[in-house]
C-alpha cells in the first residue's frame, strides 16, 4: 500500500479500540518519521472518539502534528475543514469534529500537558467571534497556550474564575496569561482579570 491510500487503510470500531489498547498504532520512538498511514488512521479515530487520544503522550501527538504539517507542505493530505471563515466559534466538541488536522493535534496534546488549561480555554471560546477565520484564531491561540503548558500551573479555581469572566463577556476573554499576576492581589483586575492567572511552576534545583 502507498502512502497515498492512508484514507482507505480500515480502522476499528469505537468499542475494540477503548478495550484494546495493546492493539492501538502507536509510533514507534526508535523510528525519526512516522509512518503517515497511522498518523491520520490515529487522528480520525481520535476525532470519532475523543477517549482514544488518553492513549497517547504529548510528545507522540506533538510528532502526529510535525507529520501533518510534513504532509500538508507535500501537499498530500485532503484536510477539509467548516471552520475556514470567520464568525463565532463553535463549542469544543463540534470544534474537534471540523477542525483542521493541525488543530487537532493542538487541542490534544494541550490537554496531555496541563488538562486544566485545556479545560480553561475550551469553556470560553463558544460564540467567541473571530475575524480571520476560526481556525485560525482558535489555532494561534492554542499556539501560545502550548507554549505555557509545560511551565505553568492553572488552578482548578482559574476555571471557576476564567468561566465566569467569560460568561459575563465573551468577546473581553483574552486566553493569554496575565502578565500582572504572581499570587493573590497582585493584578489590580483580580477576579475580573480577562487574562488567565496562572502560577509559575516551582522546579528545585537541578543539580
Ligand atoms: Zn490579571
Known amino acids: 500500500m502507498n502512502e497515498d491510500d492512508y484514507h482507505d487503510v480500515p480502522t476499528r470500531g469505537r468499542s475494540t479500540t477503548r478495550k484494546s489498547p495493546t492493539r492501538r498504532l502507536t509510533p514507534d520512538p526508535q523510528r525519526t ?7 491520520i488512521q490515529n487522528l ?4 470519532r472518539d475523543e477517549d482514544y ?12 502534528q510535525l507529520q501533518v504539517r510534513a504532509l500538508h507542505k507535500a501537499g498530500r493530505l485532503p ?7 470567520p464568525g463565532e466559534a463553535p463549542n469544543i466538541s463540534n470544534f ?13 496534546q494541550l490537554r496531555a500537558m496541563n488538562p486544566n488549561l485545556a479545560k480553561a480555554w475550551e469553556v470560553t471560546i463558544m460564540n467567541r467571534r ?10 494561534e491561540e492554542l499556539e501560545d497556550l502550548l ?7 492553572t488552578d482548578d479555581d482559574e476555571i471557576t474564575r476564567f468561566g465566569r469572566v467569560y460568561r459575563k463577556a465573551p468577546e473581553r ?15 489590580r483586575m483580580g477576579i475580573n482579570c480577562d487574562h488567565l492567572h496562572l502560577r509559575m511552576e516551582q522546579r528545585g534545583p537541578s543539580w
Not at 488518553?54 to 510528532?63: E, K, L, N, V, Y
Not at 474537534?96 to 490534544?108: A, M, R, S
Not at 473571530?130 to 489555532?139: D, E, F, Q, W
Open 33 to 39: 518519521r512516522i509512518d503517515p498511514r497511522f498518523v
Open 44 to 47: 480520525d479515530s481520535i476525532r
Open 53 to 64: 487520544a488518553a492513549g497517547f503522550s504529548a510528545g507522540a501527538i506533538h510528532d502526529m
Open 79 to 85: 484536510d477539509p475543514t467548516t471552520y475556514d471563515k
Open 96 to 108: 474537534l469534529q471540523g477542525c483542521t488536522y493541525l488543530n487537532l493535534c493542538k487541542v490534544h
Open 130 to 139: 473571530a475575524r480571520s477565520t476560526i481556525n485560525a484564531m482558535l489555532g
Open 147 to 153: 507554549k505555557l503548558a509545560r511551565d505553568y500551573i
Open 173 to 187: 476573554i483574552r486566553p493569554r496569561v496575565c502578565r500582572f499576576y504572581t499570587g493573590p492581589d497582585s493584578c
